[in-house]
Structure formats: structure tokens, C-alpha cells
């Protein structure tokens, strides 16, 4: 019988990646999109005609139970977030809204249709934030450093809230940093990227960025999203940590990119005060032990792969 899943966030780097995978193994797809005057489609271009859109958004409770009622789905995945750290100390609320209650919207659409759907919830390595241990697993306990982080970790509590009072088979995978080709300017990596492959073709000569010391375990988003769907089909509900179990810094990520066009970083970097956060997570790795015992999962992609594909790609799509 085919399986039918909803994935909010479709539209993103991870929703993109988890439709490729899910369209892959024969799943029925739907995607809930937020209307807007100029819709952003660039990342499911490739799959518009296999997928169905439903508009809804995660601060509107009515929205999520049409959806839900529609697409009768058998999983689904919440990728859906306000989706950028720095941006959280602006719009504190907003996140707070999005990120937090969007998931008890969610998950009470679910529980008021049918509680047999199961749940994905996209939790976040910065809830760890200023790190109790290293490296993080599921026992670490939670520091969050970011109204971001704060929102992700409600978000991860009401998820397991759910699955203790209601017998849902609701989960969080606290998801490392992971990147791709398709991720948004917003992000540091792709800054990166976008910004040498920019200076190869002399489209720019200089890279502003904020602090090169934070250090992060970053990993390839489709190898990430394996892990989501192999979450929902274990016969117990668990949460689990995604990483790869290496820590880079910013700099070193700055330093490969440079390599892969044969350019020196110290030539082009410079560092801008204005990129700095209020309060800064320092140092992340996870321990991605249980997954790779229970789930079967491992990463694929090393960090020298993953830098090399992204400048590799945003110098090809700059040439056009």
C-alpha cells in the first residue's frame, strides 16, 4: 500500500532533499507552503508535477487542520521553522511562535484527526547552545544560547509531552549542523561559498564574516534527512542525535573553500563586528552512537567532500 507523508518546510534545503528521498520509495507527497506574492520554488522545481502543495502555516491552528484532514497522511515531518539563529535575537516572538508553538499546533492537528500518524519533529543541536559535555548525545542536558535554541527546545519538550500523554508516536532528531548545495545565502556556509566563488570569477574581491573561532560538526543534508525517515519507521519512538562525531571551525571551513579555486582566505577575509551574535555558541559535536546501533545510519559525505561540492556548485551556477 502506499505511504503518504507531509512534510512542512518542503520548500527548504532538508524538505527538498526528504522528497527526493521520499518520491525515491514510492510515498504519496504532499508539502505545506506558506502563500506569498513570489513563490519560492527553485529547490522542488525538479518534482513540482510529483508533489501536491496544500497552503498553511504553522501560527494558524484552523490552516493546519484542513491540512492535515486533506492529506490524511501516514508521517509527517515538521522542517518548518524560522530558520535563522541571528535572526532570533530581531525577531524574538516570531521564533518564539514559529519555532515553539508552531509544533503544538501541529501536533494537536494530528492528535484531533487521527493519533496514528507519525510525527518527525526537526529539533536542533543548538539547544545544546553553551555545551554541559562533549560531545553531545541524548542524555546531554540543554543550554540554549539563542531565542532560536529556546524555541527548538519547547518545540523538542512538547513533542516528547505528546508522546507520553496521548501515546503518539511523536519524535525529535536533534539534527547537527548540515549543509548542501541548496542551502539558503542566509547561512554562514553558503555565505562562504557563494562569496569565493564570487572572488574566483571576480564578481566581488572581498568576504565579510562575523566570528571564524565557532566551531561546528557539520554534515550533508541528504545524508541527514535518511536519518528522519529511518526515525519513523522503527517500531518504538525515540529521539536521536544526527552528527557526524568531527568538529571544524569557521575558519577551516574558510580555508577549504579558498583551497578548492587555489586562492588564499587571508587575502579576501575580513571580519565585520555587525555578523557578531549577543552571545555565541562556541564549540558543538555530536555522538551519533545510537543511530548508527539502532537506525543503521552513518554519514556518507566527509567535510572536504561537502565544502568541495558546494563551491564546486556555486561557481557553476554564478558562470550562467
Not at 12 to 24: F, I, K, N, P, V
Not at 124 to 147: A, C, L
Not at 179 to 190: M, Q
Amino acid at each position: 500500500m502506499t505511504k503518504t507523508a507531509l512534510i512542512t518546510g518542503i520548500k527548504g534545503q532538508d524538505g527538498s532533499y526528504l522528497a527526493d528521498l521520499l518520491l525515491e520509495k514510492g510515498y504519496r507527497v504532499y508539502g505545506l507552503s506558506r502563500r506569498s506574492s513570489t513563490p519560492n520554488i527553485e529547490r522542488i522545481e525538479h518534482i513540482i508535477n510529483k508533489i501536491e502543495l496544500l497552503d498553511g502555516d504553522l501560527t494558524d491552528q484552523t490552516s493546519l487542520n484542513r491540512v492535515i484532514e486533506i492529506s490524511q497522511p501516514d508521517e509527517v515531518y515538521n522542517l518548518a521553522a524560522q530558520s535563522f539563529v541571528g535572526t532570533s535575537w530581531k525577531q524574538a516572538e516570531l521564533t518564539s511562535n514559529i519555532n515553539g508553538l508552531g509544533v503544538t499546533r501541529i501536533l494537536e492537528a494530528i492528535r484531533n484527526e487521527n493519533k496514528d500518524i507519525r510525527f518527525y519533529q526537526a529539533s536542533s543541536s543548538e539547544m545544546f547552545g553553551k555545551v554541559q559535555e562533549t560531545p553531545q548525545n541524548e542524555n546531554t542536558k540543554f543550554y540554549p544560547r539563542s531565542p532560536y535554541g529556546i524555541a527548538k527546545l519547547y518545540g523538542h519538550w512538547i513533542t516528547i509531552n505528546y508522546r507520553e500523554s496521548y501515546n503518539m508516536f511523536a519524535v525529535s532528531g536533534i539534527l547537527f549542523n548540515h549543509e548542501s548545495p541548496r542551502r539558503g545565502i542566509e547561512f554562514v556556509t553558503k555565505k562562504i561559498t557563494d562569496g569565493v566563488a564570487r572572488i574566483y570569477l571576480g564578481l566581488a574581491n572581498e568576504l565579510r564574516l562575523g566570528n571564524l573561532n565557532a566551531k561546528r560538526d557539520w554534515g550533508f543534508a541528504e545524508d541527514y534527512v535518511k536519518a528522519m525517515w529511518l526515525m519513523l519507521q522503527q517500531n518504538e519512538p525515540e529521539d536521536y542525535v544526527i552528527a557526524t562525531g568531527e568538529t571544524h571551525s569557521v575558519q577551516e571551513f574558510v580555508e577549504e573553500s579558498f583551497k578548492c579555486v587555489s586562492l588564499d582566505w587571508k587575502d579576501y577575509v575580513k571580519q565585520d563586528p555587525r555578523f557578531m551574535r549577543p552571545a555565541e555558541v562556541d564549540y558543538l559535536r555530536g555522538d551519533a552512537t545510537k543511530a548508527k546501533e539502532k537506525l543503521g545510519w552513518k554519514p556518507k559525505v566527509n567535510f572536504m567532500e561537502l565544502v568541495k561540492m558546494m563551491v564546486e556548485y556555486d561557481v557553476k551556477r554564478l558562470e550562467k
